[in-house]
């Protein structure tokens, strides 16, 4: 439950407040806002707490958690224009969001949570379904 809870708290950090960290970033050129935005317990799980989950919830924790990486990275390293970080941020979200819906549908499934929670965090959130076709790479 906690894996759930942190990858839609991400997500949320992530979408909700773009326009901030991005104003942040564009004026004063410091990137010491973006921990506090990518801060995740995914990073921080153990080993012995992963076994215990399937391996297609392992799967598609890390398919979820790899954009996150890549983004913070990106924002890290970055000598980009304002705009072309936003361009690529927002490509970003709208993959995090398919994968959240997917790494949702498997968390409950684990849990053994019928579909009325999930919507709690799908619908509710405008998140859209994925389906296998469109977690794939990009």
């Not at 989950?53 to 304002?82: G, H, N, R």
Request: proline share 3%; with cysteine.
């Amino acid at each position: 439950m906690l894996l759930k809870i942190d990858a839609n708290n991400v997500f949320q950090r992530i979408k909700q407040r773009k326009n901030e960290y991005l104003e942040i970033f564009a004026l004063r050129r410091t990137r010491e806002h973006f921990p506090m935005i990518f801060n995740n317990r995914y990073e921080q799980t153990s080993l012995e707490n992963l076994v215990h989950c399937s391996t297609e919830l392992i799967t598609t924790l890390d398919q979820f958690y790899t954009p996150v990486e890549e983004m913070k990275w990106y924002l890290f390293q970055t000598e980009d224009m304002p705009n072309t970080v936003e361009d690529y941020i927002d490509r970003k979200i709208r993959r995090m969001e398919k994968l959240l819906a997917t790494l949702n549908l498997y968390l409950d499934a684990e849990l053994g949570i019928e579909g009325e929670s999930h919507s709690s965090f799908s619908s509710a959130d405008g998140f859209v379904m994925a389906s296998e076709d469109e977690i794939l790479p990009e």
